[in-house]
């Protein structure tokens, strides 16, 4: 079979095992991985790098429109790309107006055609008093709904909005119809909110006091009432970015007893702790809160059981006076950590050289598990048939991440200033390269929007 491209000299991540060989590539799709002697238009030494799948970062936070300037689908998408990512799954919520409705749904999906260099999924989002807009959002492609437990929103017009129980359970009614599933973070609102004013009221406004204002319980304990909720409606359950062994343990046992729920956790809840956060100040700032070594722990022996589906990026930027804290108030600084570009690198330096997990867990983690949570056909694997999206990492290289290597709208980051014990070096979006380390974008975005439903390409 004659061939566009391959990949020759490659340590390639299949689901059943590491292939030393080659692979390659017509149309878009892999056609085949082992030794290959055909002729190619295109040959792309791996030269004994490991040739993954792209990555599916599931949770990424796009601010376009009304906030491009916190990031846009070209500078979000880059970052992206030079990670290793090759499909998102977009947040609703940041954007002004946010995505709560079938018309600011089919807006934003234009808005991100010919802007992102990568394939891109969209969330619905529920806030209170928008269940009609459930369905036809569903209707509109969209990967699935998130909602928020916890308090959050301004006083801007169209910004989004946490659910109180009432709005949850009738939301999750809505839902239910279509057969997506709702994201939910899960925090406490009444606990956090009452917490994180005990705190401000005794003058306490460091990093310990919003650490103490976002203690475990309060995710374990939303947690358990959004699985009961749901049980109730028959809503498929995904709970986004949880920071504790025990919340997951709760989803899993709710999984056992056959209910249709999952989790996924961050790769900043995994690289770094309540010690990190106080050292690095308010670039680290996120909710939930990063934890103490040992709830870490307690996570990472979760994800090493396979009871986590999903590590993702929760990118979530912003300018960097958001992140500056002039009257040493942590409450007052904005959350969230701007972490996409480095998805891949940091969690396989953490997960697998420090041998958490293996190269299957790894991948399944990171690309073929949010890949199946989202319906994300021919994504997250590299199996003959697939799209040939891959990303290179070369182990061997070490690196020490500096702001001007970022590729975000306003390059700031929690990880700058860490040494990174592996690389990203190539990006293949269905075959064409897209990120080349060292070279420039091209200046074409190829990026297609990815609908559950296989809507028609025209937009109603």
Request: aromatic share 8%; net charge negative; proline share 4%.
């Amino acid at each position: 079979m004659q061939v566009t491209t391959i990949i020759k000299n490659g340590l390639i991540v299949t689901p059943t095992g590491v292939v030393n060989g080659d692979l390659g590539i017509k149309d878009g799709k892999i056609t085949a991985i082992g030794k290959l002697t055909s002729e190619a238009e295109e040959v792309i030494d791996a030269q004994r790098q490991l040739v993954l799948p792209g990555m599916v970062d599931a949770h990424v936070h796009i601010n376009e429109p009304g906030r491009s300037n916190w990031e846009d689908y070209h500078t979000g998408s880059q970052a992206l790309a030079a990670g290793g990512t090759t499909s998102m799954v977009v947040m609703p919520l940041n954007a002004l107006p946010a995505r709560t409705t079938a018309a600011e749904f089919k807006r934003h999906r234009a808005i991100a055609e010919g802007q992102s260099y990568i394939d891109f999924a969209l969330y619905g989002g529920l806030v209170p008093g928008n269940q009609t807009e459930i369905g036809p959002m569903a209707d509109a492609g969209a990967a699935g709904f998130k909602a928020f437990m916890a308090t959050t929103g301004s006083e801007e017009p169209g910004d989004f909005h946490n659910v109180d129980d009432y709005d949850l359970y009738r939301g999750m009614q809505a839902i239910a119809k279509t057969g997506l599933r709702l994201s939910l973070h899960a925090e406490n609102a009444v606990l956090t909110d009452r917490l994180a004013a005990d705190e401000i009221a005794h003058h306490h406004t460091d990093i310990q006091a919003y650490i103490d204002s976002r203690p475990p319980m309060v995710e374990v304990e939303a947690v358990r009432r959004a699985l009961y909720l749901a049980k109730q409606t028959g809503c498929k359950l995904h709970f986004v970015h949880l920071s504790t062994g025990e919340a997951v343990r709760e989803v899993y046992r709710a999984q056992m007893e056959g209910q249709d729920v999952t989790c996924e956790t961050c790769v900043h809840y995994l690289a770094l702790n309540t010690t990190d956060f106080k050292r690095i100040g308010p670039l680290a700032k996120c909710s939930p809160v990063l934890r103490t070594p040992e709830v870490q722990a307690d996570l990472w022996r979760e994800v090493q059981a396979g009871h986590v589906n999903a590590v993702t990026s929760d990118h979530s930027p912003a300018p960097a006076e958001m992140k500056a804290n002039p009257n040493d108030n942590i409450f007052e600084v904005w959350g969230g950590i701007s972490g996409a570009q480095n998805n891949l690198d940091i969690f396989y330096d953490v997960a697998v050289k420090s041998g958490w997990l293996n190269l299957q867990q790894f991948v399944q983690l990171t690309a073929a598990g949010p890949a199946k949570l989202f319906g994300l056909k021919n994504k997250g694997q590299l199996r003959v048939g697939a799209d040939a999206d891959i990303a290179f990492l070369d182990p061997t290289q070490s690196y020490t991440l500096q702001a001007d290597e970022l590729y975000y709208k306003n390059p700031i980051s929690a990880y700058v200033g860490r040494k990174i014990n592996c690389r990203v070096t190539r990006t293949l979006l269905r075959g064409k390269t897209i990120f080349e380390l060292g070279q420039s974008f091209d200046n074409q975005p190829t990026g297609q929007f990815l609908s559950n439903h296989n809507v028609a390409e025209e937009m109603k």
